[in-house]
C-alpha cells in the first residue's frame, strides 16, 4: 500500500511493531511516566510555556475539538470562527450545539484569510476565536500571524485546531499567544487514529478549572487532576498512546520539531516540483506542508482518486460535497519519501499517456 491521504497516514516500521505487541495493563508507574514523557515533548513540540498542560483524550480529533468548546466556552462567551470549509463549519456547529454564541466569517473554498476580512470584527466585545490552522478540507492554510495579531490586540482567548499541521509547519503557541492547540493521532503524528490531544496554556487550565461542564467523559478538568500523575480518569487507547510515545521519541532524536517541519516542507516541495507537465493547478496558493491540493483540468478529481487506488495501488485523498469532482489532495505527512512521490508522479503519467487525465 502506498497512502498519500491526509489520515490514517503511513507509519514507521517501529509505530507498527508496537501495534503488534500485547496491550499492558495501564494503572502503573511505568505507564504515568511514559505518558508524562509525552506531555513533556508534545508541550516542547508545540512552543508551548513550561507549565502549560496537555492532555490525551480517546477519540478522533473531533472528541478534542467538542471537549475544548465544551470546557473553555459558555453561553456568556461571544466567538468568531473562520469558516472555510468542513473543520470551520464543524466549529460553528460545535459551538451552536453548546450554546456558544458565534460568529462564522465564512470564506470560499481556496481562499485565504486576510487582515481585511478581520477590520469589521476589532472592538465588537468578542471573547474567543477559534480557527482550524490548516483547513485540511480545501488545503488552505491560514495566516497564524494576521490572526494572533488581530486577537492580541482584542484580548482574545486563541483556540487552534492543528490537527493536519501540527508537526509539518511552523507554529509556537508562546509566540502566537494560542491558549488551546488540538492535534490528533493518525496526521503527522503518523499512528492509528482514536486519540487525540489537547495542549493547554496555563490561562486556558484555569479557565477550564472555573467553568461548569455538563459532561463526564469530557469533563477536562477531571482529565486535569488525572494527568498531574500522568494518569486519565477513564481507560485510554493504551496500545495508541505507546505508539504516540515512540513516535515522539523517534522525532526528537531526529532534531526534534523543526528537523521534521523541514523535512515535510522538502517532501512537499519536491512533490509539487515534479507536478511540471501534468494537467493539474494548485487549488490554493496558501498551502500548508501537508497537503497539496491539486484541480485537475480535464478529468473528475475522483474519477483520478478510483483509478490510482484500483488500477495502481495508490491512495490520494478524496474530496467530497461540491468539490467532489473538482479537487483532489495530496498528502506529505507520515512515512513517505522522495521516492514515493516519484511513484505516484509516474502513475499520473502513466494516466495522462493513456489519455485518463
Ligand atoms: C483530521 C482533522 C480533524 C479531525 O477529524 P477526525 O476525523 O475527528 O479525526 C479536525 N480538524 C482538521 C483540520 C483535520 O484535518
Known sequence: MLNFTVGPVMSSDLVCAIGQEQVPYFRTSEFSELMLESERLLKNFAGAQQNARSLFITGSGTASMEAVVMNVFNSQDKVL???GGSFGSRFVELCRIHDVPCTSIDLQYGEPLTANHLISYENKGYTGFLVNKHETSTGVHYDMQVISDFCKRNDLFLVVDAISSFLADPFNMEEL?????ITGSQ????CPPGISIIVLSPKAVMRINHNKVRSMYFDLSDALRNGERGQTPFTPAVGIIRQIHARLKEIDSNG?????????????????????????????????????????LNASAHQIFLTLKDEYGIWICPNGGELKDRVFRVGHIGNLNAEDNSTLVNAMIDMQKRGLI
Open 187 to 190: 496526521k503527522a503524528l503518523a
Open 256 to 296: 526534534g520539531v523543526n528537523a521534521e517541519v523541514s523535512r515535510t516542507a522538502a517532501l512537499a516541495q519536491n512533490f509539487r516540483n515534479k507536478l511540471v507537465g501534468l494537467p493539474f493547478i494548485f487549488f490554493t496558493n496558501c498551502m500548508s506542508n501537508a497537503v497539496t491540493p491539486l484541480h485537475p
Open 177 to 181: 499567544d494560542v491558549q488551546v492547540m
Open 81 to 83: 470562527v473562520v469558516n
